[in-house]
Protein backbone atom coordinates (compact mmCIF):
# COMPACT_ATOMS: atom_id res chain seq x y z
CA UNK A 1 0.00 0.00 0.00
CA UNK A 2 1.31 3.28 -1.13
CA UNK A 3 1.08 4.93 2.46
CA UNK A 4 1.62 8.98 0.39
CA UNK A 5 -1.42 8.28 -1.59
CA UNK A 6 -3.80 5.67 0.58
CA UNK A 7 -3.79 6.84 4.20
CA UNK A 8 -6.66 5.89 6.13
CA UNK A 9 -8.49 4.96 2.51
CA UNK A 10 -10.50 2.20 4.72
CA UNK A 11 -11.32 5.31 6.69
CA UNK A 12 -12.85 7.52 3.99
CA UNK A 13 -16.14 6.64 4.17
CA UNK A 14 -16.43 8.10 7.76
CA UNK A 15 -14.53 11.02 7.17
CA UNK A 16 -15.83 12.33 4.47
CA UNK A 17 -19.25 12.80 6.27
CA UNK A 18 -17.83 14.69 9.26
CA UNK A 19 -18.54 18.35 9.90
CA UNK A 20 -15.22 19.35 10.30
CA UNK A 21 -12.75 19.36 7.67
CA UNK A 22 -9.89 16.79 8.63
CA UNK A 23 -6.14 17.36 7.20
CA UNK A 24 -3.21 14.78 7.40
CA UNK A 25 0.20 16.39 7.89
CA UNK A 26 3.54 14.43 8.11
CA UNK A 27 6.72 16.44 8.59
CA UNK A 28 5.03 19.22 7.71
CA UNK A 29 3.18 18.37 4.26
CA UNK A 30 0.31 17.56 3.08
CA UNK A 31 -0.65 14.01 2.69
CA UNK A 32 -4.71 13.36 3.06
CA UNK A 33 -7.70 15.63 3.55
CA UNK A 34 -11.01 14.85 3.97
CA UNK A 35 -14.03 16.60 1.12
CA UNK A 36 -15.68 18.75 3.66
CA UNK A 37 -11.89 20.91 4.30
CA UNK A 38 -11.75 20.39 -0.30
CA UNK A 39 -15.41 22.04 -0.39
CA UNK A 40 -14.14 24.83 2.50
CA UNK A 41 -10.57 25.30 0.42
CA UNK A 42 -12.61 25.52 -2.89
CA UNK A 43 -10.33 22.86 -4.34
CA UNK A 44 -11.59 20.62 -7.25
CA UNK A 45 -9.64 17.27 -6.30
CA UNK A 46 -7.37 17.10 -3.34
CA UNK A 47 -4.13 15.86 -5.55
CA UNK A 48 -3.83 20.01 -6.49
CA UNK A 49 -3.33 19.91 -2.61
CA UNK A 50 -1.87 17.01 -1.39
CA UNK A 51 2.43 17.15 -1.17
CA UNK A 52 2.07 20.76 -0.54
CA UNK A 53 3.51 22.16 3.09
CA UNK A 54 0.57 22.68 5.45
CA UNK A 55 1.72 26.48 6.12
CA UNK A 56 0.28 27.34 2.62
CA UNK A 57 -3.22 27.01 3.87
CA UNK A 58 -3.01 27.28 7.82
CA UNK A 59 -2.25 30.76 9.08
CA UNK A 60 -1.08 31.58 12.34
CA UNK A 61 -2.96 34.35 14.22
CA UNK A 62 -0.18 37.09 15.31
CA UNK A 63 -0.60 35.65 18.98
CA UNK A 64 -2.11 32.01 19.65
CA UNK A 65 -5.50 31.92 20.92
CA UNK A 66 -7.08 28.99 22.57
CA UNK A 67 -10.58 28.26 23.15
CA UNK A 68 -11.56 25.99 25.92
CA UNK A 69 -15.50 24.43 25.11
CA UNK A 70 -16.20 20.98 26.59
CA UNK A 71 -12.93 20.86 28.37
CA UNK A 72 -10.90 20.55 25.28
CA UNK A 73 -8.72 23.24 24.18
CA UNK A 74 -8.60 24.45 20.90
CA UNK A 75 -6.55 27.23 18.43
CA UNK A 76 -8.22 29.07 16.72
CA UNK A 77 -6.39 30.10 13.59
CA UNK A 78 -7.41 31.07 9.67
CA UNK A 79 -6.62 28.81 6.47
CA UNK A 80 -6.52 30.28 3.27
CA UNK A 81 -8.82 29.31 -0.04
CA UNK A 82 -7.78 28.07 -3.30
CA UNK A 83 -9.14 31.86 -4.30
CA UNK A 84 -7.72 33.56 -1.83
CA UNK A 85 -10.03 34.23 0.61
CA UNK A 86 -9.19 34.26 4.65
CA UNK A 87 -11.59 31.90 6.90
CA UNK A 88 -11.52 31.98 10.78
CA UNK A 89 -11.63 28.36 12.04
CA UNK A 90 -10.28 26.90 15.41
CA UNK A 91 -8.40 23.77 15.11
CA UNK A 92 -7.19 20.67 17.83
CA UNK A 93 -4.39 18.86 16.42
CA UNK A 94 -3.08 15.10 17.75
CA UNK A 95 -0.50 13.24 16.93
CA UNK A 96 -1.45 9.42 15.60
CA UNK A 97 0.53 6.34 14.34
CA UNK A 98 -0.03 4.63 11.02
CA UNK A 99 2.27 1.68 10.07
CA UNK A 100 5.05 3.12 12.03
CA UNK A 101 4.68 6.35 10.68
CA UNK A 102 4.38 9.54 12.74
CA UNK A 103 1.51 12.01 11.85
CA UNK A 104 -0.28 14.69 13.09
CA UNK A 105 -3.95 15.03 12.18
CA UNK A 106 -5.85 18.30 12.30
CA UNK A 107 -9.47 18.55 12.97
CA UNK A 108 -10.77 22.19 11.36
CA UNK A 109 -14.23 24.01 12.52
CA UNK A 110 -15.15 26.62 9.83
CA UNK A 111 -16.36 29.87 11.73
CA UNK A 112 -17.62 32.19 9.00
CA UNK A 113 -21.46 31.61 10.17
CA UNK A 114 -20.69 31.75 14.14
CA UNK A 115 -18.55 35.20 13.65
CA UNK A 116 -21.01 36.79 11.13
CA UNK A 117 -23.97 35.88 14.13
CA UNK A 118 -21.50 37.23 16.58
CA UNK A 119 -20.77 40.75 14.82
CA UNK A 120 -24.68 41.12 14.70
CA UNK A 121 -25.12 40.41 18.16
CA UNK A 122 -22.59 42.90 19.11
CA UNK A 123 -23.73 45.48 16.85
CA UNK A 124 -27.19 44.62 18.55
CA UNK A 125 -26.04 44.89 21.75
CA UNK A 126 -25.79 48.47 21.07
CA UNK A 127 -28.68 49.05 19.86
CA UNK A 128 -30.53 47.78 23.22
CA UNK A 129 -28.73 50.58 24.68
CA UNK A 130 -30.03 53.01 22.92
CA UNK A 131 -32.89 54.26 25.37
CA UNK A 132 -29.66 55.07 28.00
CA UNK A 133 -28.10 56.58 25.14
CA UNK A 134 -30.31 59.09 24.51
CA UNK A 135 -31.40 59.91 28.11
CA UNK A 136 -27.32 60.76 28.20
CA UNK A 137 -27.63 63.21 25.49
CA UNK A 138 -30.50 64.69 27.32
CA UNK A 139 -28.13 64.79 30.35
CA UNK A 140 -25.47 66.59 27.77
CA UNK A 141 -27.98 68.93 26.47
CA UNK A 142 -29.49 70.09 29.39
CA UNK A 143 -27.07 72.65 30.85
CA UNK A 144 -26.06 74.04 27.40
CA UNK A 145 -29.75 74.51 26.50
CA UNK A 146 -30.10 76.14 29.72
CA UNK A 147 -27.46 78.67 28.65
CA UNK A 148 -28.81 79.54 25.54
CA UNK A 149 -32.25 80.40 26.53
CA UNK A 150 -30.72 82.57 29.50
CA UNK A 151 -28.30 84.30 27.09
CA UNK A 152 -31.94 84.83 24.97
CA UNK A 153 -33.90 86.02 27.83
CA UNK A 154 -31.46 88.61 28.64
CA UNK A 155 -31.11 89.88 24.74
CA UNK A 156 -34.74 90.39 24.83
CA UNK A 157 -34.66 92.32 27.78
CA UNK A 158 -32.26 94.62 26.82
CA UNK A 159 -33.97 94.78 23.21
CA UNK A 160 -37.00 96.08 24.90
CA UNK A 161 -35.08 98.66 27.39
CA UNK A 162 -33.08 99.79 24.22
CA UNK A 163 -30.14 98.75 26.06
CA UNK A 164 -28.75 96.20 23.36
CA UNK A 165 -25.60 97.49 22.07
CA UNK A 166 -23.44 96.24 19.26
CA UNK A 167 -20.92 94.23 21.30
CA UNK A 168 -22.74 92.83 23.99
CA UNK A 169 -24.73 91.06 21.10
CA UNK A 170 -21.59 89.61 19.47
CA UNK A 171 -20.66 88.24 22.82
CA UNK A 172 -23.48 86.59 22.95
CA UNK A 173 -23.63 85.41 19.58
CA UNK A 174 -20.68 83.61 20.34
CA UNK A 175 -21.36 81.94 23.39
CA UNK A 176 -24.86 80.91 21.65
CA UNK A 177 -22.58 79.08 19.35
CA UNK A 178 -20.00 77.82 21.43
CA UNK A 179 -22.63 76.06 23.20
CA UNK A 180 -24.04 74.83 20.09
CA UNK A 181 -21.11 73.22 18.55
CA UNK A 182 -20.52 71.48 22.19
CA UNK A 183 -24.19 70.19 21.54
CA UNK A 184 -22.98 68.98 18.07
CA UNK A 185 -20.13 67.26 19.25
CA UNK A 186 -22.17 65.11 21.59
CA UNK A 187 -24.11 64.21 18.89
CA UNK A 188 -20.94 63.65 17.16
CA UNK A 189 -19.93 61.32 19.96
CA UNK A 190 -22.73 58.94 20.11
CA UNK A 191 -23.65 58.90 16.14
CA UNK A 192 -20.06 57.51 15.71
CA UNK A 193 -20.55 54.92 18.76
CA UNK A 194 -23.69 53.69 17.07
CA UNK A 195 -21.16 53.10 13.54
CA UNK A 196 -20.20 49.73 13.14
CA UNK A 197 -16.55 49.86 13.32
CA UNK A 198 -14.68 48.19 9.94
CA UNK A 199 -11.48 49.99 9.75
CA UNK A 200 -9.32 50.50 12.93
CA UNK A 201 -8.29 53.80 14.21
CA UNK A 202 -5.25 55.08 15.32
CA UNK A 203 -5.95 56.16 18.73
CA UNK A 204 -4.35 56.38 22.19
CA UNK A 205 -6.78 55.44 25.44
CA UNK A 206 -6.26 57.67 27.42
CA UNK A 207 -7.86 59.73 24.37
CA UNK A 208 -10.62 57.40 24.20
CA UNK A 209 -11.46 57.36 27.83
CA UNK A 210 -12.29 61.22 27.59
CA UNK A 211 -14.15 60.78 25.05
CA UNK A 212 -16.19 58.12 27.06
CA UNK A 213 -16.02 60.63 30.49
CA UNK A 214 -17.65 63.36 28.52
CA UNK A 215 -20.43 61.40 26.87
CA UNK A 216 -21.45 60.28 30.33
CA UNK A 217 -20.35 63.20 32.28
CA UNK A 218 -23.27 65.26 32.69
CA UNK A 219 -25.59 62.29 34.07
CA UNK A 220 -23.22 61.22 36.41
CA UNK A 221 -22.44 64.67 37.55
CA UNK A 222 -26.68 64.31 38.14
CA UNK A 223 -25.72 61.42 40.49
CA UNK A 224 -22.94 62.98 42.48
CA UNK A 225 -20.95 60.51 41.04
CA UNK A 226 -16.90 61.63 40.33
CA UNK A 227 -15.12 60.75 37.36
CA UNK A 228 -11.10 61.06 38.22
CA UNK A 229 -9.23 60.04 35.10
CA UNK A 230 -5.29 59.65 35.48
CA UNK A 231 -3.42 62.43 33.22
CA UNK A 232 -1.16 59.98 31.32
CA UNK A 233 -0.20 59.72 27.79
CA UNK A 234 0.02 56.66 25.96
CA UNK A 235 1.21 55.24 22.90
CA UNK A 236 -1.32 54.96 20.12
CA UNK A 237 -2.45 51.61 19.13
CA UNK A 238 -4.93 50.39 15.75
CA UNK A 239 -7.59 49.56 17.38
CA UNK A 240 -11.66 49.32 17.11
CA UNK A 241 -12.57 52.39 19.23
CA UNK A 242 -16.68 51.99 19.36
CA UNK A 243 -15.64 48.61 20.85
CA UNK A 244 -13.50 50.12 23.60
CA UNK A 245 -15.90 52.82 24.35
CA UNK A 246 -18.69 49.93 24.29
CA UNK A 247 -16.34 48.32 27.22
CA UNK A 248 -16.01 50.88 29.26
CA UNK A 249 -19.21 52.56 28.82
CA UNK A 250 -20.96 49.28 30.18
CA UNK A 251 -18.52 48.93 33.03
CA UNK A 252 -18.86 52.73 34.04
CA UNK A 253 -22.87 52.61 34.10
CA UNK A 254 -22.15 49.43 35.66
CA UNK A 255 -20.67 51.29 38.92
CA UNK A 256 -23.46 53.76 38.66
CA UNK A 257 -25.97 51.21 39.21
CA UNK A 258 -24.23 49.87 42.48
CA UNK A 259 -23.76 53.67 43.32
CA UNK A 260 -27.86 54.21 43.42
CA UNK A 261 -28.57 51.01 44.64
CA UNK A 262 -26.17 50.88 47.55
CA UNK A 263 -26.76 54.43 48.51
CA UNK A 264 -23.15 55.28 48.62
CA UNK A 265 -21.98 58.29 49.89
CA UNK A 266 -19.35 60.32 48.02
CA UNK A 267 -19.07 57.65 44.87
CA UNK A 268 -15.89 57.94 43.08
CA UNK A 269 -14.52 56.38 40.04
CA UNK A 270 -11.22 56.04 39.37
CA UNK A 271 -9.88 55.19 35.25
CA UNK A 272 -5.76 54.98 35.32
CA UNK A 273 -3.12 53.31 32.99
CA UNK A 274 -0.18 51.53 32.60
CA UNK A 275 1.55 50.30 29.81
CA UNK A 276 4.91 48.16 28.73
CA UNK A 277 6.41 47.20 25.68
CA UNK A 278 4.27 44.43 24.45
CA UNK A 279 0.89 45.77 26.57
CA UNK A 280 -1.62 48.58 27.28
CA UNK A 281 -3.86 48.55 30.65
CA UNK A 282 -7.07 50.75 31.13
CA UNK A 283 -8.07 50.10 35.20
CA UNK A 284 -11.19 51.42 36.39
CA UNK A 285 -12.11 51.11 39.79
CA UNK A 286 -14.96 52.09 42.02
CA UNK A 287 -15.79 52.55 45.64
CA UNK A 288 -19.39 50.52 45.73
CA UNK A 289 -18.37 48.16 48.43
CA UNK A 290 -17.56 45.15 46.19
CA UNK A 291 -19.17 42.38 44.96
CA UNK A 292 -19.57 38.75 46.89
CA UNK A 293 -17.36 36.50 45.80
CA UNK A 294 -20.12 33.98 44.38
CA UNK A 295 -21.06 36.74 42.04
CA UNK A 296 -17.93 38.21 40.78
CA UNK A 297 -16.71 34.98 39.94
CA UNK A 298 -19.95 34.01 37.91
CA UNK A 299 -19.66 37.91 36.64
CA UNK A 300 -18.66 37.14 32.86
CA UNK A 301 -20.84 34.23 32.24
CA UNK A 302 -23.79 34.53 29.80
CA UNK A 303 -27.37 35.11 31.67
CA UNK A 304 -25.74 35.52 34.73
CA UNK A 305 -26.78 39.21 36.69
CA UNK A 306 -25.81 40.82 39.99
CA UNK A 307 -29.01 42.98 39.30
CA UNK A 308 -32.51 42.30 40.21
CA UNK A 309 -34.75 40.37 37.13
CA UNK A 310 -36.25 43.97 35.93
CA UNK A 311 -32.91 45.65 35.60
CA UNK A 312 -30.58 43.08 34.65
CA UNK A 313 -30.21 40.76 31.70
CA UNK A 314 -26.50 39.30 32.61
CA UNK A 315 -25.43 40.23 29.34
CA UNK A 316 -23.87 43.72 29.48
CA UNK A 317 -20.54 42.02 31.07
CA UNK A 318 -20.34 38.68 28.78
CA UNK A 319 -20.73 41.25 25.66
CA UNK A 320 -17.48 43.04 27.19
CA UNK A 321 -15.30 39.80 27.71
CA UNK A 322 -16.21 38.79 24.06
CA UNK A 323 -15.51 42.27 22.64
CA UNK A 324 -11.82 42.26 24.53
CA UNK A 325 -11.20 38.85 23.84
CA UNK A 326 -12.85 38.47 20.05
CA UNK A 327 -12.52 42.12 18.89
CA UNK A 328 -9.53 43.60 20.81
CA UNK A 329 -7.11 40.40 21.38
CA UNK A 330 -7.25 41.62 24.91
CA UNK A 331 -7.98 40.15 28.61
CA UNK A 332 -10.66 42.09 31.16
CA UNK A 333 -10.69 40.81 34.91
CA UNK A 334 -12.14 42.06 38.06
CA UNK A 335 -11.64 41.68 41.48
CA UNK A 336 -12.42 43.38 44.77
CA UNK A 337 -10.19 45.86 45.71
CA UNK A 338 -10.00 48.57 48.26
CA UNK A 339 -14.13 48.49 49.23
CA UNK A 340 -14.85 48.29 45.69
CA UNK A 341 -14.58 46.25 42.11
CA UNK A 342 -11.44 46.81 39.92
CA UNK A 343 -11.49 46.23 36.58
CA UNK A 344 -8.54 45.82 34.17
CA UNK A 345 -8.56 45.27 30.53
CA UNK A 346 -5.35 44.28 29.04
CA UNK A 347 -4.90 45.15 25.36
CA UNK A 348 -1.85 44.07 23.02
CA UNK A 349 -0.04 46.42 21.00
Aim: proline share 2%; net charge negative; with cysteine.
Amino acid sequence: MNIDSDIFIDLNDIINNTIEGILIIEDGFIKNLNKPLLDILGYENKNEIIGNLATGILIPTSNDKFIKFNSQLFQELSIITKNGEIIPTIIKIKDINYHNNEYKMVSILDLREVKEKENIFLHQSKHAAMGEMISMIAHQWRQPLTFISTIITRLKFKNNTNNLDKNLLNEKFEEIDNHIQYMSNTIDDFRNFFKQDKQKTLISLDEIIIIVKNMILDSFQLENIQIIVENKKLNKLNIFKNDVIQVVLNILNNAKDAFISKNIKNPIINIYFAENDKEQFIYIQDNAGGIDEFYIKNIFVPYFSTKNEKNGTGLGLYICKTIVEKNLNGKINVENKNDGVLFTIKLTK
